[in-house]
């Protein structure tokens, strides 16, 4: 595995419509487990592709750094969303910023996992927070594009480290 660089805001490739995966193989694997190893490193819950200059749909979250369980999602597609939930929200493409989001309580979602089996996975509260936040960076939408406010932030320390997406 290896550490990727993240793109940060500004970089016309945050803002492209990511292409499909059309077949998940060794080096798909691969990219997944670098962008895992980065999202760690860079102290994320979630990255996805672009933010690291592949423009595919996939990403990883893994929502409660607590728990082992990592999210590999490739080609993912909301099938059914509900409720609301306005949260904070930062990113690693964003750094020195947060915003105020607002987006689903609930979302049911289809994707490939690493294996390439089709999934469908239910997410609420946080975890369908990060699993929006992703998706949207395969549209070329950023956090600051839905927020109602956004606002500088000093280092992670004084903020209160919170969990960048």
Same mark, same amino acid.
């Given at each position: 595995?290896?550490?990727?660089?993240?793109?940060?805001?500004?970089?016309?490739? *945050?803002?492209?419509?990511?292409?499909?995966?059309?077949?998940?193989?060794?080096? %798909?694997?691969?990219? *997944?487990?670098?962008?895992?190893? %980065?999202?760690?490193?860079?102290?994320?819950?979630?990255?996805?592709?672009?933010?690291?200059?592949?423009?595919?749909?996939?990403?990883?979250?893994?929502?409660?750094?607590?728990?082992?369980?990592?999210?590999?999602?490739?080609?993912?597609?909301?099938?059914?969303?509900?409720?609301?939930?306005?949260?904070?929200?930062?990113?690693?493409?964003?750094?020195?910023?947060?915003? %105020?989001?607002?987006?689903?309580?609930?979302? %049911?979602?289809?994707?490939?996992?690493?294996?390439?089996?089709?999934?469908?996975?239910?997410?609420?509260?946080?975890?369908?927070?990060?699993?929006?936040?992703?998706?949207?960076?395969?549209?070329?939408?950023?956090?600051?594009?839905?927020?109602?406010?956004?606002?500088?932030?000093?280092?992670?320390?004084?903020?209160?480290?919170?969990?960048? *997406?």
């Amino acid at each position: 595995m290896a550490l990727r660089h993240v793109i940060i805001e500004g970089d016309e490739i *945050l803002r492209k419509h990511c292409r499909e995966v059309d077949q998940v193989t060794d080096r %798909t694997r691969m990219i *997944l487990d670098d962008m895992v190893e %980065t999202m760690r490193e860079a102290g994320g819950v979630g990255l996805a592709a672009p933010q690291v200059g592949i423009m595919r749909r996939m990403f990883v979250a893994q929502p409660d750094p607590e728990q082992e369980c990592v999210y590999y999602l490739i080609n993912p597609e909301i099938l059914e969303r509900s409720g609301t939930q306005v949260n904070e929200e930062g990113c690693l493409s964003v750094p020195g910023y947060q915003g %105020t989001v607002e987006r689903p309580e609930q979302i %049911t979602m289809k994707a490939l996992d690493r294996n390439g089996r089709k999934q469908v996975y239910e997410f609420d509260g946080f975890a369908a927070v990060v699993m929006c936040h992703e998706l949207d960076h395969l549209e070329g939408i950023l956090f600051t594009d839905k927020a109602i406010e956004v606002y500088e932030v000093k280092e992670a320390a004084d903020a209160g480290d919170e969990d960048k *997406l």
